[in-house]
Each structure stands twice: as structure tokens, then as C-alpha cells.
């Protein structure tokens, strides 16, 4: 069973990851509209990670006897000039999420809840990897500078992440090629 603070807590972050799920898709979106599929492809793929992310919070809350309290989502911003920018945005997003999964570790930790401690170790992992993927995108366009050859480039090695759900439980991982 959740205690209450703690319940509080994991709503919060289920907020917190269907708003990245909403601004990785008004990312996606502005670079649509810029021609840069390459990019939006990579943004809409992260949205789709995000709302995974989501779905587990909300499934742990029901497995544990909680109840999900679902709060207004606020509205992302919806431009940037430069996929630069975007990513420069993403990886402090990410930044922000990886404290917030911390601080919810902190909580379990406090509480000596070792279900949602031992639940919260898959977030940790993956912030790492969030926090990595944003910021090698960043280098990457920061590297490029303004040369439109690097540019096409970099959105061309982009669009070919491809969304890949993570195994039910139980399941083993698929297998890297």
C-alpha cells in the first residue's frame, strides 16, 4: 500500500511525464512545418517514451491500492527557431525529470518503501539514458554550427530512430543488432 504523500508524489510525476510527452510533440510538430522530418521523427519518437513512462506510473499506483488523481496538463511552448534550441530545451527538460525521479527515490527512501524504491530503479536507469541521447544531439548540432550540410546530415541520422516499447513484464528485453 502507498502512503498518501508518496501517491501524491508518483501523480505528480505522471503529470510531469505526459507534460514531456506534450512538449516533445509541439517540438515535433514546429519542425514539421520547418522541413526537418529528421528531427520531428526523433521528437515524436521521445513523446511516444515519455507516455510509456506515464502508463507505468499509473499502472504501479493501481497494482499498489492507489488512485490516480489525473491533473491539467499546461500547454507547451511552440517554437523554436533551431533544432539547436529544441534539443538545448530537451536536455534541460530532461535534467529537470531526472531530479524529480530522484527526489521521488528520496521519498521511498524516507518512507523505507522498498516496492517503490525497487519500482523507481527502471527510472533511474532510464533518465540516464534520456539525459545522454538529448545532450549527444545537442554536441552533435553544436558541432555543426551553421553548415546546412551537417544540418541535412544530422536530421538524416534522426529519422531513422524508430519507437521500440519496452517487454511487458516478465518478457525478456529484445535483442540489440
Same mark, same amino acid.
Not at 41 to 67: C, F, S, T
Given at each position: ?10 501523480n505528480k510525476q ?30 515524436? *519518437?521521445?513523446?511516444?517514451? #515519455?507516455m510509456i513512462h ?7 499506483? =493501481? !497494482?499498489?491500492? /492507489? ?56 527510472? *533511474?536507469?532510464?533518465?540516464? #539514458? ?10 552533435? =548540432? !553544436?558541432?555543426? /554550427? ?32
Amino acid at each position: 500500500m502507498l502512503s498518501k504523500t508518496m501517491e501524491k508524489a508518483l501523480n505528480k510525476q505522471i503529470n510531469a511525464e505526459i507534460y514531456s510527452a506534450y512538449l516533445y510533440k509541439s517540438m515535433s510538430a514546429n519542425f514539421v512545418s520547418k522541413g526537418l522530418k529528421g528531427v520531428a521523427n526523433w521528437l515524436h *519518437v521521445q513523446m511516444l517514451e #515519455e507516455m510509456i513512462h506515464a502508463q507505468k506510473l499509473y499502472d504501479y499506483i =493501481l !497494482e499498489r491500492g /492507489g488512485k490516480v488523481t489525473l491533473a491539467p496538463i499546461p500547454g507547451p511552448p511552440g517554437d523554436w527557431d533551431t533544432p539547436l534550441a529544441a534539443f538545448r530545451d530537451a536536455y534541460a527538460h530532461e535534467r529537470k525529470i531526472t531530479g524529480m525521479i530522484n527526489d521521488l527515490v528520496n521519498l521511498a527512501l524516507k518512507e523505507s518503501d522498498h516496492a517503490t524504491n525497487s519500482f523507481l530503479k527502471w527510472f *533511474v536507469d532510464e533518465q540516464v #539514458e534520456e539525459e545522454t541521447n538529448s545532450s549527444a544531439v545537442v554536441q552533435q =548540432l !553544436e558541432l555543426a /554550427g551553421d553548415a546546412p550540410g551537417a544540418l541535412f546530415i544530422i536530421d538524416r541520422e534522426l529519422a531513422t530512430r524508430v519507437f521500440v516499447p519496452p517487454p511487458a513484464p516478465g518478457e525478456a528485453a529484445p535483442a540489440q543488432a
